[in-house]
């Protein structure tokens, strides 16, 4: 099992910048890819940014630029710069970790940018 919790969430007026960390607990050697989805109002969630051994780190195009992602030698914890804030990145962000059998979900962190 692993226990993963996001935290650095708030408002940030458009163009501002927020850090997200997600701490990883449990059984974390296990774990083979981390990344960073997004949910907003009325909208399925979706993927924002990935990183793994294998592939290295991949995002989604709407973010391409703005945002890094980024973990620890250790995987336990991982983090997400965001730069550039626009107001369509409003959203629940999620911290997800798999093993290759299983996905780990955190309960989510608000982001809310809003002039």
């Known amino acids: 099992q692993v226990q993963l919790v996001e935290s650095g969430g708030g408002l940030v007026h458009p163009g501002g910048s927020l850090r997200l960390s997600c701490a990883a607990s449990g059984s974390i050697h296990a774990l083979n890819v981390m990344g960073w989805y997004r949910q907003a109002p009325g909208k399925q969630r979706e993927l924002v940014a990935q990183?793994?051994?294998?592939?290295?780190?991949n995002y989604a195009d709407s973010v391409k630029g703005r945002f890094t992602i980024s973990k620890n030698n250790a995987g336990s914890m991982m983090f997400l710069q965001m730069d550039g804030l626009k107001a369509e990145d409003t959203a629940v962000y999620y911290c997800k970790a798999g093993d290759g059998m299983f996905d780990f979900w955190g309960q989510g962190t608000q982001v809310t940018v809003s002039s």
């Open positions: 990183i793994s051994s294998r592939s290295g780190t």
